[in-house]
Nanobody, 124 residues
Framework: VQLQASGGGSVQSGDSLRLSCAIS????????IGWFRQVPGKEREAVLC????????YYADSAKGRFSVSSDNAKNVVYLQMNGLKPDDTAVYYC??????????????????WGQGTQVTVSS
């Protein structure tokens, strides 16, 4: 089981980015997927979490109304669409899952599998 996050970059405040989490070893929807972000010197922060089979989506307050999630089942990829980006969104973004089917674990602290991060930098 592997995850690979990509799609980060440097943008201006108000711009949009779409991050990708490419999945290998299982199909989209089989496990819950979480998106987290981390700023150097700070704890990793949950951004958004999708339950198995995309039944439910949970948003951090910082993501509500601006971030959304989708998937491409043919490509086995989960996307994090980020609109209205702000400088406070600057961070390394990670996707995570848990092979133990612990949705709560994935959504709160992340699971046992993490992709490498992708840097998002938003300038004002």
């Amino acid at each position: 089981v592997q995850l690979q996050a990509s799609g980060g970059g440097s943008v201006q405040s108000g711009d949009s980015l779409r991050l990708s989490c490419a999945i290998s070893g299982f199909t989209v929807g089989y496990y819950a997927i979480g998106w987290f972000r981390q700023v150097p010197g700070k704890e990793r922060e949950a951004v958004l979490c999708i339950s198995r089979h995309f039944e439910d989506t949970y948003y951090a307050d910082s993501a509500k109304g601006r971030f959304s999630v989708s998937s491409d089942n043919a490509k086995n990829v989960v996307y994090l669409q980020m609109n209205g980006l702000k400088p406070d969104d600057t961070a390394v973004y990670y996707c995570t899952t848990d092979r133990g089917f612990s949705e709560a674990r994935v959504c709160r602290n992340g699971g046992d599998i993490w992709g490498q991060g992708t840097q998002v930098t938003v300038s004002s």
